[in-house]
């Protein structure tokens, strides 16, 4: 089974509007991360935002926040206000277990977002 | 500049060819991964190094990979007798055991490696 679902291979948004991307994710150990990350056409990685599972409320980090339903898990980014600069791709990625310093990540394929101006 | 560097950035072999692809991670990280992008997919990983320990090698899908780390800085990925459905972009992350909160990865530009 899929460890991380992203059902979305691609996606286009009018400039300013919010978007929303979908993840769920499949595990059986009550202590995992859910991460989001953007890679633009360069192909770097780049960090979004992190949510616990034992965290109480959902991740914010300026334009983006988590969606986190833990009973469904889903961990859906939502992006407020687009932007041009927003178009990329995005992946959903899990942590299984708090082992610090063993952040082995299962990633998602991933949803290309693209703004339209 | 600080981040994570890769070399090469691309790649270009012939199939039965041995490849070598070098990261450098951020100085003070300690975790050092490894992982591969097939086209339109997502991230599969390869390999992980932290510090000292013995490297969680889970990921390599075949004894064609192998993989060094010399202490806390450079590793080197080998790819034998290369084959075409080895090509991908090979990237390389690196973390800092001291972030607590998030185990953020920060990643490199990757090697684009081309098997013909």
């Known amino acids: 089974a899929q460890k991380i679902t992203q059902t979305q291979p691609g996606m286009f948004v009018q400039e300013k509007e919010a978007v929303t991307l979908d993840c769920t994710y499949d595990t059986s150990d009550p202590s995992y991360g859910l991460f989001w990350y953007k890679q633009p056409s360069s192909g770097e990685m780049i960090f979004l935002i992190y949510?616990?599972?034992?965290?109480?409320q959902n991740a914010t980090e300026g334009r983006y926040s988590l969606n986190f339903q833990k009973a469904r898990k889903s961990a859906n980014l939502v992006i407020s206000a687009s932007q041009l600069g927003d178009s990329a791709m995005y992946f959903c990625?899990?942590?299984?277990?708090?082992?610090?310093?063993?952040?082995?990540?299962?990633f998602g394929t991933g949803t290309r977002l693209t703004i339209i101006p | 500049g600080a981040g994570v560097s890769q070399s090469p950035s691309n790649k270009v072999t012939e199939k039965g060819k041995d490849v070598e692809l070098r990261c450098d991670p951020i100085s003070g990280h300690t975790a050092l991964y490894w992982y591969r992008q097939r086209l339109g997919q997502g991230l599969e990983f390869l390999i992980y190094f932290q510090g000292n320990s013995a490297p969680d090698k889970s990921g390599l899908p075949s004894d064609r990979f192998s993989a060094e780390r010399t202490g806390e800085s450079v590793s080197t990925l080998t790819i034998q007798r290369t084959q075409q459905e080895d090509s991908a972009v090979y990237l390389c992350a690196s973390s800092d055991q001291g972030q607590l909160n998030t185990g953020e990865l920060f990643f490199g530009e990757g090697s684009r490696l081309t098997v013909l």
């Open positions: 990625a899990m942590r299984e277990g708090f082992n610090f310093g063993n952040e082995k990540l299962t």
């Open positions: 949510q616990g599972s034992y965290d109480q």
